[in-house]
T-cell receptor
Framework: DVKVTQSSRYLVKRTGEKVFLECVQD?????MFWYRQDPGLGLRLIYF???????EKGDIPEGYSVSREKKERFSLILESASTNQTSMYLC?????????????FGPGTRLLVL | AQRVTQPEKLLSVFKGAPVELKCNYSYSGSPELFWYVQYSRQRLQLLLR??SRESIKGFTADLNKGETSFHLKKPFAQEEDSAMYYC???????????FGAGTRLFVKA
């Protein structure tokens, strides 16, 4: 059973702080993703990675960066948090071994930026 | 651009009534389509995928290429079906999946 974990369920940060969100998966998946989930907007892709040290911008990368130093870990970084980054952040992983590339999600991190 | 559209933000039905959650996609080849579900306080998870032609928890979804739709249906809704439902599509070339805005289903007793 795939397990995707995220380092925090809830975070409260102040404007301008640097924020790290960590995601770990234990199924040797090649692909990892970061989304933000906002009411009425669904899931929007921030960044994704298809291999170690590889990263690709998603649909809303501005204000974010990522790091994938190990296959199982994908970090999302908010360089200088702003109030409009208050959201639920979801990490997901998938594998090419599954031809449909079903995504497996973490429990989410709810971030509040004050 | 490839898109997934869920026209209803909220759908409210009575227990035992049929339910249909709508999903339309922009045409491009042979799409890989999915329904994901998020129950209260649980993580987002796959409900079903069209390639499997499966019925999960009584839900089915049929791909209609003529109408570019992939509506999710269940003949008799249950209270435990109350959740957020997302239609999704694997983009051509793999890797990325795009999601609709989601429909919140509320099943009333």
């Amino acid at each position: 059973d795939v397990k995707v974990t995220q380092s925090s369920r809830y975070l409260v940060k102040r404007t301008g702080e640097k924020v790290f969100l960590e995601c770990v998966q234990d199924m040797d998946h090649e692909n990892m993703f970061w989304y933000r989930q906002d009411p009425g907007l669904g899931l929007r892709l921030i960044y994704f990675s298809y291999d170690v040290k590889m990263k690709e911008k998603g649909d809303i990368p501005e204000g974010y960066s990522v790091s994938r130093e190990k296959k199982e870990r994908f970090s999302l970084i908010l360089e200088s948090a702003s109030t409009n980054q208050t959201s639920m952040y979801l990490c997901a992983s998938s594998t090419h071994r599954d031809t449909t590339e079903t995504q497996y999600f973490g429990p989410g991190t709810r971030l509040l930026v004050l | 651009a490839q898109r997934v559209t869920q026209p209803e933000k909220l759908l409210s039905v009575f227990k035992g009534a049929p339910v249909e959650l709508k999903c339309n996609y922009s045409y491009s080849g042979s799409p890989e389509l999915f329904w994901y579900v998020q129950y209260s306080r649980q993580r987002l998870q796959l409900l079903l995928r069209h390639i499997s032609r499966e019925s999960i928890k009584g839900f089915t979804a049929d791909l209609n290429k003529g109408e570019t739709s992939f509506h999710l249906k269940k003949p008799f809704a249950q209270e435990e079906d109350s959740a957020m439902y997302y239609c999704a599509r694997l983009l051509t070339g793999g890797f990325k999946t795009i999601f609709g805005a989601g429909t919140r289903l509320f099943v009333k007793a």
